[in-house]
């Protein structure tokens, strides 16, 4: 009988289990409705991207170090599934504001993750343009 047991095959228990057996527990089990390469919770509706920025300081803290840890981990050896050349890339995302709230809101939330050790910055819409060139400016 398995001492942990985990529901939820996503990045969250997935990662659970991945540091817990490192820190030397040996009965874990994960538990997933489907199939752990296609897991139906929120991994599946944004599937690579980790949100850093989060209200609490602690699980803005969890996801930076989640990025960490996989940032870490080596390459999937040629020959594997997908062939893919890193495990995960570091690749950021951007985030558009189009009212004058939501530009304040995103100027709180850089607030937030840069105190949380996050890079994080609010840039003017040109350098948004140079960045994603499909944004048309209105």
């Known amino acids: 009988m398995p001492k942990i047991v985990i529901i939820g095959g996503g990045i ?8 817990l057996t490192d820190r030397g527990y040996n009965d874990v089990v994960v538990i997933e409705k489907g ?21 609490s300081r602690t699980m803005a803290q969890f996801a930076r170090q989640t990025v960490e840890k996989l940032y870490s981990m080596p390459a999937r050896p040629a020959g594997g599934r997908h062939n893919e050349d890193t495990c995960f890339l570091k690749v950021g995302s951007m985030e558009l504001a189009t009212t004058p709230e939501r530009l304040a809101d995103l ?17 003017p819409p040109e350098e948004a343009l140079k960045l994603h060139p499909l944004l048309v400016r209105n």
């Open 107 to 123: 100027h709180r939330r850089a607030g937030l993750a840069m105190s949380a050790g996050i890079n994080a910055r609010v840039i």
């Open 12 to 19: 969250v228990g997935c990662s659970l289990a991945d540091e």
């Open 35 to 55: 199939k752990l390469w296609k897991p139906g919770g929120s991994t599946s509706h944004a599937p690579g991207v980790v949100f850093q920025t989060n209200g």
